[in-house]
C-alpha cells in the first residue's frame, strides 16, 4: 500500500514530520517498509536561478558557439559559453552556475564545473528544458517571461511538485487503512490516546453541491443477483470534457504510482486511494435501453474487456449489463472495451457499488485480473462508504470535467447491513493484552476508530463494529485493535516469566529434526523452503485422478500441490544457476501430497537433498571436485548413523527422475530414495551440470527412531584388532551383500566392515572380481586373543564361501 504524506495530510487535524508520521504508522501496525523522496522534476531545480542575458558575442574560434554575458542577481554577470541558436541580448532564461547539478530528462546527472570551451572560460550553463528536465525539448534555450527577475530561484518559478512517499506493508485484515482517509483515522485514533483527548478527527473534504443539468438523462438501474451485489449506486452526468487532469491531481497520482490518463479516469483513481471505495465510469451512450442491470449472464457468453481481450464469462461472474443484457464490465474487476470513457464521451454514468469479497475474489482469479478494485472489494469493504464516494466524484467531474448530473443519486440497498455488535469485559482486553489499560483509555480508543459502546455494566462492555472494520468480529479482535492503537511497544516485559515445562514424547519430532538441520547446515548446506503449490506440467507421467488439484489456483503454473520434492528444488538450483550460483548444497523439508481416492488424500512429510557443482574449488594445492555419489551416499550415512537406524541397506531401484537409483531400506522399510537427476528432467529445467538428489521418507524414519534418548557410553579401554580378507566373487555381488553375510553370523565382536580395494582381472576368472575387505574387532571387557579372533574370521570366511559361493585368495 502506497501513501502520499501531502495527501495524507489533507485529511489530518495536524501535520506531523514525514519521519514523525513514519513512528505512528509503524506504533499503530501499519509498517512503514520505505519511505522515499517523490520530486515531480528530478532535483527540484535545486540551485538553479533565473538569469537575464546581458550580451550576445560570437565565439572567435567556433562559428556555432556564442559568448554570452548573464546577471544571475549575484554580483558580477557570468561569463557563459552557449550553442543554442536562439540566445539573444535581453532575454530571461535558467542559469545552472557552477557548483549546480542539473538532470537531464535522459540521461545521467551532471555537475557545473569551470570550464574552458575553445579557448574561453565558461562559468556556468544556460539551460534548455530537457537538460533540467522540465520536458523534452532541444531546439534551443528555455526563453521565459520578460517580468521575472534575475536571482529568482528557478524552484519558485516552476514550482515543482515534492512529496514522500510511504510503503505500508499492510496486514490482510486491515483493509480500513487502504486508502488515506482510511490511514489518516488510525493516526487521529493514535493521537488521542497520547493525548486523552477525542478533538482529532478526519478532515472530510469539502463537497459542494454540483449543478444539475436542465436536460434530465435517466438511467434505471436493476439488481438481479442481490446476494453478489448488496448495495448499489449510480448517476448519471452529461456535458463531460474529457481531458487531461490538472497537474496536482496527476501529481499525486504519479506518487503512488499511478498513471494518470484522463481527468474522468483519474477522478475515479483518485477517489479510490481516497477512500478506499472503487468507482467505475461507463459511456452513457453505450447503455443501451437506458438501463443498467446487474446479474449472472450464461457460461461461455463472450466480452471483450478493456485492455481489448476476448473473455469467456463463467456462470459465476457478476456482470453489469444494459438493458439488452450486454455486457458493459466485469463487476468490481474490469471494465468491458465497448462501454469505457472515450476522448469524446460526453455523457457518463457512474457507478459505486459494493459487492461480495468471495463473488469477486473467484472472478479475479478465474480471469487473472488483479486490479486495485478487485483487491479491495475481495478483502471486504465499507458497504456505507458508497453513497459519499460517489457524491465526491460527482463533485469532482463537475470542478475538473465540467459535467452536471443529469439524474437523481440511485441507490438500490435492499437489506442494510447492520453493524457486528460484540461483547468483551475490560478483564479480558487486560489478560489477553498483558496490559493494564484503564477503562476510560480502552473506551478512548475504541471511539476513535468508530466503534459504538451501546451498552457498559460494571466490567462488561457490548460494542458494534464500524462498517468499515467488517474483520472485528470476536473479542480477541478488540484487544488487537486496543492494543495497536496504543502501541505494541507500550506491552510491558515483566522482570520474571514463570512457565512449566513440557514434557515431550519419544522420539521428540522437532528436536530430531533441528538436530539434523544443524548437521547439515554445519556442512555446507543451505536450507530452502519451496512452494508445495506448483505446475501440474512437471507431472505428466502421473495419473491426474493422483494429483491433488487446486480450485481456485493462482495461475495456470500453480495448480496442484506437488505429490513429489523433486521439482520444485530444481526450480531453486536453476534459479540459481542461471545467477552463477553454481556449487550448491540444498535442503529442505516439506510435504507431498497424493490423493488416493475421491475425498481421501494423502500427506507426507520429508528431507530432501541436493548436491551440484563443486565440493572444492581448485586451488594450488589440488584440483577441483565435483560433488558426486560417494559424498551423497556419505551425507545419507551419517544422517541415518545420528538417527540411530541401525544396518540400512542400500539396493539398486527404479525412481522417476533418477538415474541411476537407489533405495535406502531400514528395518525391512524403505527409508530414502537416492540418485542422480536423470538428463531429461535435468533438460526440462535446462540445467546443464549434474544434480544429486536424496529423499528421505521423515514419517517412515520417524515411527523407527528409538522412544528414548540415546547416552553416551564410555570409550573402549581395549584394543580393537583388525583382519583383511581378499573375496573373489562374481561381478553381480554388491558390497551389500558381502556385509549382510557379515552381520548374519552370531557375534556381539564385529564393530566395523570396512572395503579398501576393487581388482578385476582375467587371472581371477572369467566374470570374477575381488574384494579386499577390512573386519574390526573388539571386546569392551578384555583384550581379545588371536584364537577368538581366529575363530570368529573362520565363521565369516565358513558363511561367505556357502552363501555368495566366495573364494579365498591367499
Known sequence: MTISYNWLCDYLPVKPAPEELSVILTAIGLEVESLERFESVKGSLEGLVIGEVLTVEKHPNADKLRLTTVNTGNGEPLAIVCGAPNVAAGQKVVVAP???????????????????IRGEDSFGMICAEDEIGLGSGHDGILVLDASLTPGTPARDVFQPYQDWVYEIGLTPNHMDAMSHMGVARDVCAYLNNRENTQVYQVKKPGIHAATHADKPLPIAVEVKNTESCPRYCGQSITGVKVGPSPAWMQHRLLAIGVRPINNIVDITNYVLHETGQPLHAFDASRIRGGKIVVENLPAGTPFISLDGKERKLDA????????????????????????????????????????????????????????????????????????????????????????????????????????????????????????????????????????????????????????HKPDIT??????????????????????????TPSVQAQPDKERVKERIADYLAGNGFSEIFTNSITNSQYYKHLDTDTL??????????????????????????????????????????????????????????????????RKLPENWMHKEKPVDFYDL????????????????????????????????????????????????????????????????????ILQLLPTKDAFYEEIPRFPAVRRDLALVLDKGVPFSAVETTAKSVKTNLLQQINLFDVFESDKLGAGKKSYAVSFTFQDKQKTLTDQETDAIVNKLVKAFETQLQAEIRK
Request: with cysteine.
Open 548 to 613: 491433488v488439484t487446486m480450485l481456485n489456483s493462482l495461475s495456470a503454473d500453480l495448480d496442484v500441490l506437488r505429490p513429489s520434492m523433486l521439482e520444485t528444488g530444481l526450480e531453486r538450483i536453476a534459479f540459481n544457476l542461471n545467477r552463477r550460483n553454481e556449487d550448491l548444497l540444498f535442503f529442505e523439508f516439506g510435504k507431498t501430497y497424493r490423493q488416493e481416492a475421491v475425498g481421501q488424500y494423502d500427506e507426507k512429510a520429508h528431507l530432501s537433498l541436493y548436491l551440484t557443482g
Open 316 to 467: 459465476g461472474d457478476l456482470m453489469i449489463c444494459d438493458g439488452e443484457d450486454n455486457g458493459l464490465c466485469i463487476a468490481g474487476v474490469f471494465g468491458g472495451l465497448e462501454s469505457g470513457v472515450k476522448d469524446d464521451t460526453t455523457n457518463i454514468f457512474l457507478e459505486s457499488a459494493y459487492f461480495d469479497a468471495t463473488s469477486i475474489r473467484k472472478t479475479s482469479v478465474r480471469h487473472g485480473l488483479r486490479t486495485d478494485a478487485a483487491v479491495r472489494f475481495e478483502k471486504g469493504l465499507d458497504i456505507s462508504l458508497a453513497p459519499f464516494a460517489l457524491e465526491r466524484a460527482v463533485a469532482l467531474i463537475s470542478e475538473l470535467a465540467h459535467g452536471a448530473p443529469a439524474s437523481a443519486v440511485t441507490d438500490v440497498y435492499p437489506s442494510p447491513k447492520q453493524p457486528w455488535q460484540i461483547d468483551v469485559t475490560y478483564d479480558y482486553i487486560r489478560t489477553l493484552s498483558g496490559h493494564q489499560y484503564p477503562e476510560a483509555q480502552i473506551k478512548n480508543i475504541l471511539c476513535s476508530l468508530g466503534f459504538t459502546i451501546h451498552e457498559e455494566s460494571g466490567n462488561r462492555l457490548r460494542v458494534s463494529a464500524p462498517l
Open 474 to 499: 470476536i473479542p480477541a479482535d478488540i484487544v488487537e485493535e486496543v492494543m495497536r492503537i496504543d502501541g505494541l511497544d507500550n506491552i510491558p516485559i515483566p522482570a520474571l516469566v514463570s512457565m
Open 633 to 700: 551416499k556419505g551425507y545419507i550415512g551419517n544422517i541415518l548413523h545420528m538417527l540411530g537406524l541401525q544396518a540400512p541397506q542400500m539396493t539398486v531401484a527404479t525412481a522417476h527422475g533418477l538415474q541411476p537409483a537407489f533405495e535406502i531400506s531400514s528395518a525391512g522399510k524403505v527409508i530414502a530414495v537416492a540418485g542422480s537427476v536423470a538428463p531429461a528432467q535435468l533438460k526440462a529445467f535446462d540445467i546443464k551440470q549434474p544434480v544429486w538428489y536424496a529423499d528421505f521418507n521423515w514419517d517412515i
Open 98 to 116: 557552477v557548483g549546480t547539478t542539473i538532470y537531464p530528462a535522459t540521461g545521467e546527472p551532471l555537475t557545473m564545473k569551470k570550464a574552458k
